[in-house]
């Protein structure tokens, strides 16, 4: 049977699904629904520096007749009295001794820093995060991502709190950065325990095309807003994996955010490092029950596997990722179609056609709608089974070597690589390309 | 003693007494779908490359666009999109037999997936802009010719709409009070509404000025000579006739009448139509399913659908059978009418012969004479051709089937004044049928009065 019990840089929870620091968190009478419900710990919506909220506050992504496959707010930290925050805190660790209770933190000066860490710690918070994630209204008064941008800021309020804090201390990171690695660093480098990543991405989620005002609107304007939701997930995944990654991170334990709504997500993630995972879109859009489809998916994940702990599996993703340069050249894969399953939309074939390498053909017979693949010009992209609506339908068959493994890296080496912009070792030389004027003609 | 096949059956449906039972019996078989029903279905089309369901639409409607621009909140557009294709575009979403059409068409039924719901779709984004008068169309700058176009029907109608946009004068002459054809008069209430169909046509009309003179039947040569002085062309949408004489003793007692004209009476009259408690209809077609599907809908008790050949042999869809089966109506098959029954000058029954196919050939079982024993027969054995008019427009020739003979292309007849499409041409067949014919016999007619001008050019490979 498996054990999902954690212990994240010396915070204890029953199991790794966790609330990120959210409006589901907004409450104690909240986080108490949730740990009833399965939930093993949760981040307290982040308290600190006094703010008051704007109508309307959220905005979603909806693809076709998927609602929120991406979610964006501007809503701020808790509106709340830090008073109100501080005694709920103390309730809810009196009922639910076991479950994580974190607390997320925002305020400006070192001296409040170390008066709200009392205060947090004294209430019996089991640990700390640091927001410098929030991209929206925050960081116009110089927090939130205003300090996850600037590496040696941040490191010095992680130094400042690390002095003061006696619970674990976890520093959640913002995405609106070319590297993430620099935040992480200087996480590190200032002393915290842990890293959770990523917090919300800067964006405009739409614009209503009668008042040219962008969602969510503020009395006909609006603010670019934090993204998350289903949408962000391999944007946070990549990240995740490059702290993972990094020789002087990765013993650093790492909460994962970013899109969590299935138990395959959370399993993603612990593959690429995560040592607990945070939800808030997901619990927004459905509600504090679907942790029980995460928990039933995780553990017969782990008990088909022999996995006994989360610790048996996290990071095995991370060898499998490498630099481009050490990919295998000779591998080749080759679509190929099922012809009984095949039910004759042709997407793959326009797809190719349009949008990839002209491999695929269709038959001048009106009545036979299945495409055939030419092998000879296909790349081997996937872009067919990609746009293919039936399930495994079309399938990347691999071929057989045609010469032992080699990468760019060891090509470099051997100098056998094209140099000039003509040159005859270009990969897609020799490739099959209609005529332009073909395209045309018919 | 030849012995009789009834038996004591409840009836499905309960006679209707009002408007609203009778709407309630005759419930849409395709009602008008909401906002969310329509973003949902909408969001499953695949959007197929060279889309297998516009190539069995008859009027090749670009179903995928249309579908696409509902999605994303351009009803007006895709309803654009559909009278692009087809001036009956509200119609043919209800009362096409999509599941052989467009939605048999659709590739996910291959996944053994729902198809769309492409009809009901069409008729959503069709119906807002009716209902809204979006003005969608303008008539041509006048090039000076005038056309005339016999009947109001699917044909006549989307003909007089394209010559309208071309610049012509139209005027469309219909023998009865209202326009619309078969589509009202020979269509199962439970598929459109009267005021489904006649509003569409008043949409068009509002914006196409074609003009429609009604309670004018053209029946004479001297009324044809007057039209071919008048107008520089001719439309013929004249459809098919009558239902046919059976030539069966006692096929003139009262309580037997044709299929055709059942329906008309019924959709006029609705809960008011006398229907009787038990109802023999003869035929395997698509109108002898409606006839029976609408009898037992009215309360009868009893209603047969009789057929002299086998059941696999019926001309019938089999979904409109299941329906007809599903208000309770009984299949009879392999019986060949012998007589109808009379007592008192009303119909008292039907003798019928069994009958054994073989080969597609039809012998009479000796000695197998059974009774049906019943208060009215339905005749849904096919409709007379109008064979006296359309002897009466000289040069215009007729096939085996008594149709009229046209280049499959301009829809022009051996008589080159004359154009026709629509049932006199195919035969009978159905509304989407008659819409495209008419669209292409407009421009056919425009090609022929202008083809000094330009090349002739269709709107569809």
Same mark, same amino acid.
């Given at each position: 049977?498996?054990?999902?019990?954690?212990?994240?840089?010396?915070?204890? #929870?029953?199991?790794?699904?966790?609330?990120?620091?959210?409006?589901?968190?907004?409450?104690?009478?909240?986080?108490?629904?949730?740990?009833?419900?399965?939930?093993?710990?949760?981040?307290?919506?982040?308290?600190?520096?006094?703010?008051?909220?704007?109508?309307?506050?959220?905005?979603?992504?909806?693809?076709?007749?998927?609602?929120?496959?991406?979610?964006?707010?501007?809503?701020?930290?808790?509106?709340?009295?830090?008073?109100?925050?501080?005694?709920?805190?103390?309730?809810?660790?009196? %009922?639910?001794?076991?479950?994580?209770?974190?607390?997320?933190?925002?305020?400006?000066?070192?001296?409040?820093?170390?008066?709200?860490?009392?205060?947090?710690?004294?209430?019996?918070?089991?640990?700390?995060?640091?927001?410098?994630?929030?991209?929206?209204?925050?960081?116009?008064?110089?927090?939130?991502?205003?300090?996850?941008?600037?590496?040696?800021?941040?490191?010095?309020?992680?130094?400042?709190?690390?002095?003061?804090? !006696?619970?674990?201390?976890?520093?959640?990171?913002?995405?609106?950065?070319?590297? &993430?690695?620099?935040?992480?660093?200087?996480?590190?480098?200032?002393?915290?325990?842990?890293?959770?990543?990523?917090?919300?991405?800067?964006?405009?989620?739409?614009?209503?095309?009668?008042?040219?005002?962008? %969602?969510?609107?503020?009395?006909?304007?609006?603010?670019?807003?934090?993204?998350?939701?289903?949408?962000?997930?391999?944007?946070?995944?990549?990240?995740?994996?490059?702290?993972?990654?990094?020789?002087?991170?990765?013993?650093?334990?790492?909460?994962?955010?970013?899109?969590?709504?299935?138990?395959?997500?959370?399993?993603?993630?612990?593959?690429?490092?995560?040592?607990?995972?945070?939800?808030?879109?997901?619990?927004?859009?459905?509600?504090?029950?679907?942790?029980?489809?995460?928990?039933?998916?995780?553990?017969?994940?782990?008990?088909?596997?022999?996995?006994?702990?989360?610790?048996?599996? #996290?990071?095995?993703?991370?060898?499998?990722?490498?630099?481009?340069?050490?990919?295998?050249?000779?591998?080749?894969?080759?679509?190929?179609?099922?012809?009984?399953?095949?039910?004759?939309?042709?997407?793959?074939?326009?797809?190719?056609?349009?949008?990839?390498?002209?491999?695929?053909?269709?038959?001048?017979?009106?009545?036979?709608?299945?495409?055939?693949?030419?092998?000879?010009?296909?790349?081997?992209?996937?872009?067919?089974?990609?746009?293919?609506?039936?399930?495994?339908?079309?399938?990347?068959?691999?071929?057989?070597? !045609?010469?032992?493994?080699?990468?760019?890296?060891?090509?470099?080496?051997?100098?056998?690589?094209?140099? =000039?912009?003509?040159?005859?070792?270009?990969?897609?030389?020799?490739?099959?390309?209609?005529?332009?004027?073909?395209?045309?003609?018919? | 003693?030849?012995?009789?096949?009834?038996?004591?059956?409840?009836?499905?449906?309960?006679?209707?007494?009002?408007?609203?039972?009778?709407?309630?019996?005759?419930?849409?078989?395709?009602?008008?779908?909401?906002?969310?029903?329509?973003?949902?279905?909408?969001?499953?089309?695949?959007?197929?490359?060279?889309?297998?369901?516009?190539?069995?639409?008859?009027?090749?409607?670009?179903?995928?666009?249309?579908?696409?621009?509902?999605? =994303?909140?351009?009803?007006?557009?895709?309803?654009?999109?559909?009278?692009?294709?087809?001036?009956?575009?509200?119609?043919?979403?209800?009362?096409?037999?999509?599941?052989?059409?467009?939605?048999?068409?659709?590739?996910?039924?291959?996944?053994?997936?729902?198809?769309?719901?492409?009809?009901?779709?069409?008729?959503?984004?069709?119906?807002?802009?009716?209902?809204?008068?979006?003005?969608?169309?303008?008539?041509?700058?006048?090039?000076?010719?005038?056309?005339?176009?016999?009947?109001?029907?699917?044909?006549?109608?989307?003909?007089?709409?394209?010559?309208?946009? *071309?610049?012509?004068?139209?005027?469309?002459?219909?023998? *009865?009070?209202?326009?619309?054809?078969?589509?009202? %008069?020979?269509?199962?209430?439970?598929?459109?509404?009267?005021?489904?169909?006649?509003?569409?046509?008043?949409?068009?009309?509002?914006?196409?000025?074609?003009?429609?003179?009604?309670?004018?039947?053209?029946?004479?040569?001297?009324?044809?000579?007057?039209?071919?002085?008048? %107008?520089?062309? &001719?439309? *013929?949408?004249?459809?098919?006739?009558?239902?046919?004489?059976?030539?069966?003793?006692?096929?003139?007692? !009262?309580?037997?009448?044709?299929?055709?004209?059942?329906?008309?009476?019924?959709?006029?009259?609705?809960?008011?139509?006398?229907?009787?408690?038990?109802?023999?209809?003869?035929?395997?077609?698509?109108?002898?399913?409606?006839?029976?599907?609408?009898?037992?809908?009215?309360?009868?008790?009893?209603?047969?659908?009789?057929?002299?050949?086998? !059941?696999?042999?019926?001309?019938?869809?089999?979904?409109?059978?299941?329906?007809?089966?599903?208000?309770?109506?009984?299949?009879?098959?392999? #019986?060949?009418?012998?007589?109808?029954?009379?007592?008192?000058?009303?119909? #008292?029954?039907?003798?019928?012969?069994?009958?054994?196919?073989?080969?597609?050939?039809?012998?009479?079982?000796?000695?197998?004479?059974?009774?049906?024993?019943?208060?009215?027969?339905?005749?849904?054995?096919?409709?007379?051709?109008?064979?006296?008019?359309?002897?009466?427009?000289?040069?215009?020739?007729?096939?085996?089937?008594?149709? &009229?003979?046209?280049?499959?292309?301009?829809?022009?007849?051996?008589?080159?004044?004359?154009?026709?499409?629509?049932?006199?041409?195919?035969?009978?067949?159905?509304?989407?049928?008659?819409?495209?014919?008419?669209?292409?016999?407009?421009?056919?007619?425009?090609?022929?009065?202008?083809?000094?001008?330009?090349?002739?050019?269709?709107?569809?490979?």
């Amino acid at each position: 049977m498996a054990d999902l019990s954690i212990n994240f840089a010396g915070i204890k #929870a029953p199991n790794p699904f966790w609330l990120a620091s959210a409006p589901p968190t907004n409450s104690g009478y909240q986080i108490m629904k949730a740990f009833d419900a399965g939930w093993g710990g949760a981040v307290w919506k982040t308290m600190g520096v006094p703010i008051i909220n704007v109508s309307s506050r959220y905005g979603g992504l909806n693809y076709r007749d998927t609602r929120m496959s991406g979610f964006n707010n501007i809503e701020l930290i808790s509106d709340r009295t830090l008073a109100d925050n501080l005694k709920e805190i103390e309730e809810v660790k009196k %009922y639910f001794p076991h479950h994580a209770v974190i607390a997320s933190l925002m305020v400006e000066s070192r001296k409040e820093w170390e008066q709200i860490i009392r205060d947090v710690e004294n209430a019996g918070a089991d640990g700390i995060e640091l927001n410098f994630g929030c991209p929206h209204g925050m960081c116009e008064r110089g927090m939130g991502s205003a300090v996850g941008q600037e590496p040696e800021v941040l490191e010095t309020i992680v130094g400042w709190v690390m002095a003061a804090a !006696k619970v674990p201390v976890i520093t959640k990171l913002t995405p609106n950065i070319s590297n &993430i690695e620099d935040p992480g660093l200087a996480a590190v480098k200032g002393g915290t325990n842990a890293i959770s990543l990523i917090n919300t991405i800067k964006s405009i989620m739409g614009i209503d095309l009668d008042t040219f005002a962008p %969602y969510p609107t503020v009395d006909g304007k609006g603010t670019n807003g934090g993204y998350c939701g289903p949408a962000v997930k391999p944007i946070a995944m990549n990240m995740v994996r490059q702290l993972a990654q990094h020789p002087d991170i990765s013993g650093t334990p790492i909460s994962g955010i970013g899109g969590i709504e299935t138990w395959r997500d959370v399993v993603e993630y612990i593959l690429l490092g995560a040592t607990s995972v945070q939800v808030c879109t997901a619990a927004m859009h459905y509600g504090f029950g679907i942790v029980r489809e995460m928990d039933k998916g995780l553990r017969r994940f782990m008990d088909e596997r022999g996995f006994e702990t989360i610790y048996d599996f #996290a990071g095995k993703a991370l060898p499998n990722i490498v630099e481009w340069k050490e990919l295998n050249m000779s591998y080749k894969v080759v679509a190929s179609i099922n012809p009984a399953k095949c039910i004759g939309c042709q997407l793959c074939y326009i797809a190719c056609e349009d949008g990839a390498h002209q491999a695929i053909s269709v038959s001048s017979d009106p009545a036979n709608r299945i495409p055939s693949i030419i092998e000879e010009n296909c790349v081997g992209c996937n872009l067919c089974s990609l746009v293919c609506p039936v399930e495994a339908c079309i399938t990347m068959e691999k071929q057989p070597a !045609k010469v032992a493994p080699v990468t760019w890296e060891q090509l470099t080496e051997t100098g056998n690589i094209p140099t =000039t912009f003509n040159d005859p070792r270009a990969g897609g030389n020799g490739h099959y390309v209609p005529e332009p004027a073909a395209a045309i003609k018919r | 003693m030849v012995k009789s096949l009834n038996s004591d059956l409840m009836a499905e449906y309960k006679r209707p007494q009002s408007e609203e039972e009778f709407q309630q019996n005759f419930k849409q078989k395709k009602p008008l779908m909401n906002q969310t029903e329509a973003f949902v279905e909408s969001a499953r089309c695949l959007f197929c490359y060279d889309a297998p369901c516009v190539k069995a639409c008859p009027t090749h409607i670009d179903i995928p666009l249309f579908i696409k621009q509902i999605h =994303t909140g351009n009803t007006i557009g895709a309803a654009e999109t559909i009278y692009d294709s087809n001036w009956m575009g509200n119609a043919c979403g209800k009362v096409c037999p999509t599941q052989v059409l467009c939605e048999g068409a659709c590739v996910h039924n291959h996944a053994h997936v729902k198809p769309i719901e492409i009809g009901r779709l069409q008729n959503f984004a069709t119906r807002q802009v009716i209902d809204q008068e979006k003005s969608l169309f303008h008539k041509g700058a006048s090039n000076g010719k005038k056309v005339a176009v016999i009947g109001a029907g699917p044909a006549g109608i989307s003909c007089a709409c394209e010559l309208s946009v *071309l610049g012509y004068e139209v005027t469309v002459f219909e023998a *009865l009070e209202r326009p619309s054809g078969l589509t009202v %008069y020979g269509t199962a209430p439970y598929k459109i509404t009267n005021e489904e169909a006649l509003s569409e046509i008043d949409y068009l009309q509002q914006q196409l000025g074609f003009k429609v003179q009604y309670n004018s039947a053209i029946t004479t040569r001297e009324q044809l000579q007057s039209l071919e002085n008048q %107008y520089d062309a &001719i439309f *013929l949408g004249v459809g098919i006739g009558p239902t046919a004489s059976l030539n069966v003793k006692g096929e003139d007692v !009262k309580g037997v009448t044709g299929a055709v004209e059942f329906i008309r009476e019924l959709r006029f009259k609705k809960h008011n139509m006398p229907v009787p408690r038990r109802v023999v209809v003869l035929g395997g077609g698509n109108t002898a399913m409606d006839a029976a599907s609408e009898s037992a809908r009215m309360g009868a008790e009893q209603v047969f659908l009789a057929y002299r050949r086998s !059941k696999e042999e019926m001309g019938g869809y089999s979904f409109e059978y299941d329906l007809a089966l599903s208000a309770g109506v009984q299949g009879v098959f392999n #019986a060949s009418l012998r007589e109808i029954l009379e007592q008192d000058g009303y119909v #008292a029954g039907v003798e019928f012969v069994k009958t054994v196919s073989q080969n597609g050939r039809l012998t009479e079982v000796p000695d197998s004479e059974f009774v049906i024993e019943c208060d009215l027969v339905i005749k849904a054995t096919g409709q007379a051709k109008m064979v006296d008019f359309l002897s009466l427009i000289p040069g215009l020739t007729l096939d085996s089937s008594r149709r &009229i003979k046209v280049n499959t292309q301009t829809y022009q007849t051996e008589n080159p004044r004359y154009f026709a499409g629509g049932d006199a041409v195919n035969g009978g067949a159905e509304v989407v049928n008659g819409a495209y014919e008419g669209k292409m016999a407009a421009q056919g007619i425009h090609h022929s009065l202008t083809s000094h001008l330009s090349p002739l050019t269709s709107n569809h490979g």
